[in-house]
């Protein structure tokens, strides 16, 4: 049996799990290859033009069977050679497909594209809600303090895996609301497990393969001597609390600084943003969750709370909406990939 084979059978541990999906995300970054069971045809896309775009990719909308889907097709610069932007779909191919979780965006395959289409794509279910920032414009009364339990209960699942997998890039245009008005995390291009080789950091100011600079940790943006500048499930967590504030303000963390220019040096002195002026107890931002943020703002990485002590947490909050932890339904995937869903506890019908 192959890797991949071999992941979609029952009963594997949760450590022969992520052994098997760390090696096949090697392989894909170093060779640009992935499973061939993770490939769909017969996608139809809608429109002559995409409904978003991003610093790598366009988000075009379009049709499987009967489902409306998303799919990411990825824009290859004159300056980058084609084999390295193959390499580094195939690894976002190869780590998604392993995650299934109901707070984490559904993986539906890979579409080569066609005659009609020449775009290589990553399919996965077209989200009405769109990203969660979309969501907060469009439903002003949503309960946001539930939003980031969702989000919490995500990340925790990706720092379960052994070693963990890192988000390396947590925001609130990342993350998805699906149709029951669920988070669930998405994009997962910068994902690494913890002990790759990949997950080495270097700042940027903006949208880039190395993460967006407002959500970065203090450690990442200026690494003071000894410390490490690696992405991990600390600098994940500090993201986390820049998602909150985000959720609750509808603005950019840090918002107090005006460009990213000055963002590097002001962040040396406050590695946390200030606590909104505006009222916001009515959307959940208490004293309570500002001091769990601030928590995950520590300076020091070891001080900051895990996802799993995020997700506990929220969990003990009255403010919380119910959430079934199935909620996710098996119909939602692609009929090829539901007869590996048991082992994640989902229903077979």
């Known amino acids: ?34 499973p061939d069971s993770v490939i769909l045809r017969n996608i139809r896309p ?14 075009w909308k379009g049709r ?8 990411k097709a990825f824009r290859i610069f004159g300056e980058e050679p084609q084999e390295k932007a193959f390499n580094k779909f195939s690894h976002e191919a190869v780590i998604w497909r392993q995650l299934v979780h109901p707070n ?14 020449d775009r290589l794509c ?6 009405d809600g769109g990203n969660m920032m979309q969501y907060i414009v469009q439903h002003t009364d949503c309960n946001r303090v539930t939003l980031l339990a969702d989000v919490s209960r995500g990340l925790e699942y990706l720092h379960s895996f052994k070693p963990a997998i890192i988000h390396g890039d947590l925001k609130g245009a990342n993350i998805f609301v699906n149709l029951s008005n669920v ?8 994902a690494r497990f913890r002990d790759s080789e990949e997950s080495s950091y270097s700042a940027t100011t903006g949208d880039s393969v190395k993460g967006t600079l407002r959500w970065q940790a203090s450690e990442l943006v200026c690494p003071r001597a000894g410390e490490s500048n690696r992405v ?44 909104p002026t505006e009222d916001l107890l009515e959307r959940g931002l208490d004293d309570s969750l500002w001091e769990t943020m601030t928590q995950c703002w520590d300076a020091d990485p070891s001080l900051r709370p895990s996802a799993l002590e995020l997700v506990q ?18 119909s939602e995937f692609p009929e090829a990939l539901r007869t590996s869903l048991g082992q994640y506890g989902f229903p077979d019908d």
Not at 2 to 18: F, K, M, T, V
Not at 104 to 117: H, N, R
Not at 183 to 190: H, I, P, S, T, Y
């Open 46 to 59: 809608s429109g002559k033009h995409p409904a978003a775009g991003g610093g790598f990719a366009d988000v």
């Open 232 to 275: 991990c499930q600390e600098t994940d967590v500090y993201a986390f609390a820049c998602v909150c504030i985000e959720l609750m303000t509808g603005e950019k963390p840090f918002r107090e600084i005006p460009n990213n220019g000055a963002f590097a040096i002001a962040i040396m002195n406050k590695p946390k943003p200030e606590r």
């Open 122 to 127: 990553l399919v996965s279910p077209w989200m």
């Open 1 to 34: 049996l192959s890797s991949a084979q071999l992941l979609d059978r029952p009963n594997l541990s949760r450590e022969y799990q992520s052994r098997l999906a760390r090696t096949l995300a090697r392989l894909a970054k170093s060779s640009g290859c992935y």
């Open 183 to 190: 988070a669930c995390l998405g994009d997962f291009g910068l």
């Open 64 to 71: 499987f069977g009967e489902r409306t889907v998303a799919l």
């Open 313 to 330: 947490y929220f969990e003990q909050r009255k403010d919380l909406e119910p959430r079934d932890s199935r909620n996710i339904e098996c």
């Open 104 to 117: 984490i965006l559904p993986f539906y395959g890979v579409f080569k594209g066609d005659e009609d289409f």
